[in-house]
Nanobody, 118 residues
């Protein structure tokens, strides 16, 4: 059974950095794309970043160059380096895997909390 397990969340002051990691276990299946989404209380889930097998990346407009997504297919992991964090980045961050060529992210992790507060 494929599982996505996130790590690296925590509490950081505004302007600080965090690195989120997601490891795929239970299968050597390489997702067409992997991504990070987030959901803050009372808000809809939104795209943070995605990365394809060809290393093509896509970021949410709010990222504004502060975050970098990367993946290692040999290790079946995807990371999100977040710099210059703002209080509005506070949310539960989810790792996701696109398991078909039609853009459907069918596999999700449990989420890791990121809190940006002074």
């Amino acid at each position: 059974q494929v599982q996505l397990v996130e790590s690296g969340g925590g509490t950081v002051q505004p302007g600080g950095s965090l690195r989120l990691s997601c490891a795929v276990s239970g299968s050597r299946f390489i997702f067409y794309a992997m991504g990070w989404y987030r959901q803050a209380p009372g808000k809809q889930r939104e795209l943070v970043a995605t990365i394809s097998n060809a290393r093509n990346t896509n970021y949410g407009d709010f990222v504004e160059g502060r975050f970098t997504i990367s993946r290692d297919n040999a290790k079946n992991t995807v990371d999100l380096q977040m710099n210059s964090l703002k209080p509005e980045d506070t949310a539960l961050y989810y790792c996701a895997g696109q398991n078909d060529p039609f853009g459907n992210f069918g596999y999700w992790g449990q989420g890791t909390q990121v809190t940006v507060s002074s």
